[in-house]
Each structure stands twice: as C-alpha cells, then as structure tokens.
C-alpha cells in the first residue's frame, strides 16, 4: 500500500477505531438500515462479495446472513481482526472466503471476473486525488463478473460545514482560505477534521460522474434523507414504526432534496 493508504490504516487502528465499532449501530442507523434494504433488493442470496472498506464486519455480517460469501479487504489491521470476529461469533466464520490487507485501488488478491458484487462503502472518501478514485473504480470493473453490481459509498461536501457550525462555529475566520480550496476540491485532513483524517468529500453531480466510464447507474440515494441529524432517534422506535420511517427515508432519498439533506451518498450499478 501507498503511505497515505498506510497512514489511513494505521488511524483506523487508533483514532477512529472505538468510533468506527459502534458508528452503524449507535450513531448512524438509519444509514445502515437503508444500506440494508438496497443489499438485500440487488445482491443475489448465493453471491460472491467483496466487501472492501470491510470495517468492523456490519454489511459483511449482514451479506452472510443472506447466504453470500464474502472477501474482507481493508487498509486497517485492526479492523479486519474485529470483523473476522464479528463474522465467526454470529456463526458466519465459514462464510468469508479471505482476509485480505489492501487497498480499493490495487485488487491484486481478488481475479478478474471472480465476484458477483463488490462494496465500497468506504474507501471513496479517503482517497484524496481524483485519479486514486477512478483507479479504485477501474478496480471494482475488473474484478466483476458480467454484470456484477457495485455498492459505492461518498460523503456529502456539506456535511464538513454544517458539523464545523455545529460544534466549532467562530472557527469560521481562521479558515476562510482552507474553505475557499475545500469547496473546489473537498479535501479533508486530520488538523480541520480530526474524527475523520485524510479525507475527500464530494457533490452529487461528481460523485455520479466518477463511475459512468464503467457502471450502469441503478440508483443513487441520500442514505439518510432528512434524518441525518437525529439518527439515534431511529434507536428509540418500535419495529413498526423504524419500518414506517424508512418507508419515509427511502422514498425522498432519491429525490434532489433528500440527496442534499444526506450524510452519505450509495452508489449502485451494474457492469457495463
């Protein structure tokens, strides 16, 4: 891996990892739960997935359950240990055909034409340079059967400010030139975004952009529509009534509205 692919390893390993254990399940339900729904709706119960930005194993625990098996990759160590135990606590150890260090953008553990699908729920937004991104696109393409799917994560550009506003607002002035470049370019680093490090956020416009050389557009959705603020809330519900405001979330979420009031963009589409 590169050193900045290492550096986003080892922060994984430190920083973020207490974060990264409970984010889908504490924090950002809702996004798991509409993640979720778009699995199960286009991932094929016996597939082969590679599941790259693996994490601590939410998706890949979730695809096993469905009857798929599965290839955890991940530039984080420590990450790929928790959810290799993830995986094998829910029963599901026999379900992960590999365990690999690396990054979205060098495959080289994965053939040419050997998966079903492939996530990258991660990944796209730790690659800072524009060419990183399309080389990890190009990946994902070759890798695919014909007609493979691809699941693609992206971090909405304004979701930086409206945190920033939120948590640190007079610290406004001391970063009108920093904010001039993030709105060109959308990168992040550790000294303006601790939490998240070496980052690239982006637009709707770009983030669809960067997968049309290769994929077939199905769908692409604001994960949390107009619950990114108050996700947690989504903890507190009965069965029935999460079901009926996901109803309500998938619905606007791929409206124009829902898209900018997201958190999280999902990408997902088929091999050309």
């Not at 550096?7 to 809702?30: M, N, S």
């Not at 640190?168 to 060109?184: C, D, I, Q």
Request: overall charge negative.
């Amino acid at each position: 891996m590169t050193l900045n692919e290492n550096i986003i390893g080892r922060h994984y390993d430190t920083v973020a990892f207490q974060f990264e254990l409970e984010r889908l399940e504490k924090h950002c339900p809702v996004e798991y739960a509409i993640t979720c729904r778009y699995l199960e709706r286009y991932i094929p119960r016996d597939a082969v997935v590679a599941d790259v930005g693996a994490g601590v194993g939410h998706y890949a625990a979730f695809l096993a359950k469905m009857g798929c098996t599965v290839h955890l990759i991940d530039v984080s160590i420590r990450l790929l240990d928790a959810a290799r135990r993830r995986l094998e606590t829910l029963g599901f150890g026999h379900m992960v055909k590999g365990i690999t260090q690396a990054s979205a953008t060098n495959l080289q553990c994965l053939d040419a034409g050997s998966c079903d699908a492939i996530l990258m729920l991660g990944p796209l937004y730790h690659l800072r340079e524009a060419y990183e991104r399309q080389q990890a696109v190009k990946e994902a393409h070759r890798v695919l059967k014909s007609k493979g799917i691809l699941f693609a994560a992206g971090i909405n550009r304004l979701a930086y400010l409206r945190d920033l506003f939120h948590e640190n607002p007079k610290a406004v002035v001391g970063r009108r030139m920093f904010h001039e470049s993030y709105l060109r370019d959308g990168k992040l680093d550790p000294h303006h975004a601790p939490p998240l490090g070496y980052a690239h956020l982006t637009t709707v416009a770009e983030f669809r952009e960067l997968f049309t050389e290769y994929f077939e557009e199905l769908a692409l959705v604001g994960t949390e529509s107009f619950t990114t603020a108050w996700q947690a809330t989504f903890n507190e519900l009965s069965t029935e009534e999460r079901e009926t405001w996901l109803d309500l979330v998938e619905h606007t979420g791929r409206t124009p509205e829902g898209l900018g009031q997201s958190d999280h963009f999902l990408f997902i589409g088929i091999k050309r």
